[in-house]
């Protein structure tokens, strides 16, 4: 496991296990003047080979028609589908263990909106667990709600309570899950609300938001889910320079219906950011693995410094059946964790403002570290229940440690910690003697 980086050693469609895969599927130099790279191809329009293949073109974009095994129709116009979205897809295929195609978008919001929009309709209910990504918590209270599509809040990690609102839930048309939550990296079972899921009828669809975990080290899609759904801004990019989504699918036959849509809403990733992201695949498991093993070191030692009162993290996790969910659903603890200071919120912001290093802005899963206080930024719009039941205190920092050298980063940890100790026990107490 560790050789491959929470990899599937399984042969993939060619006999190539998963990271040879990656490199190697999807793009043919012939197609591209020989170059050993892919070449961007940025046209918005595309000359038909006749006016027979424009037909059969435009019957399978419209779904008319199903395509034949093995067939390449011609491409259309750009907003359907373009060379660097299909050599994206097909890249992005094998990093997702289960996964039988992709769709690339140019968002996570799009990605996320998308895949709701297309399987629940005015009257049917949608189940997800809370926290949840501020914009999809937004996007089902203010936008779906109103259209008639019923959003059932449910708590993460509450296992049983989630398997009775999906089995209860009249109507109910996805589940949608995020695990971990942030910012408190509770964890939910996936395969127990899948298979709740899975004993209804009609069968509704599972998602689960995979940003945090995935594709290295947490595979949905083996586990009972249809839909893997990503914010590729995040550890699929990895350089905090992009902004991209992707939905994964189980079962390529569910994907259709997302994929028409895409081509109607026009919410495709454009051909530049798709070539950026393609040359990213290769190196995720390789930044996942370092930021992970980063992030444990610094997550296990800075439970000693006296600044702190409680550390968020996987391995850390004292709730048995938290301890259990992990270790059967995920490969490594991932490079999320969250602080929770001695000292309140004048703790929290003198610790970001004493970073060196470590940046303090939002967002997550880049090569550099970054810090924020979810409270007034990334979860500012919660009320004082969803504050509350979320676990996210005035003394909450959320890290998303980077590949810097751990030694360096836990230094300026303690340093910023130091300072914010300082601020709350102002009595001369030195740092030194501040370590527990
Ligand atoms: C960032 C994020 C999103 C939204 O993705 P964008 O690319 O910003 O649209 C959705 N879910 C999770 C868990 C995220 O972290």
Redesign the pocket.
Known sequence: MSETGGHDDRRGHEGLRSLTEILTRGFDPKLSLGSARPAVFRSSTYVFSSPEAAERAFDLVSGRAQPNAGEYPDLIYSRFNHPNAEILEDQLVPLEQGSTAALVFN??????MTALMVYAKPGQAIVYTVPI?G??QHLIQDFLQPLGIRGVPCPAGQTEAIARAIESTPELAIVLL?TPA?PTILMTDIRHAAEAAHARRPRPMVMV?N??MGPAFQHPLKIGADFC?Y????YLSGFSDM???AVMAAEEANMQPIRSKRGLFGNILQPDECWILDGRLPTVALRMNRASKNAQHIAERLTQHAAVERVHYPTLFSDEQQRQIYTKQCDYPGAMLSLELAGGKPAAFEFLRSLKIARNAV???GVETLACHPKTTTHSGFSEEEFRSAGVTDALVRLSIGIEDWRDLLADFEQALDKALQLAQPAGVGAAAARK
């Open positions: 968002s996570g919001m799009a990605a996320i990504y914009g999809t995020e942030n938001d940003t945090l759904l914010s590729a801004t995040k902004i991209g989504g967002s997550l899963g």
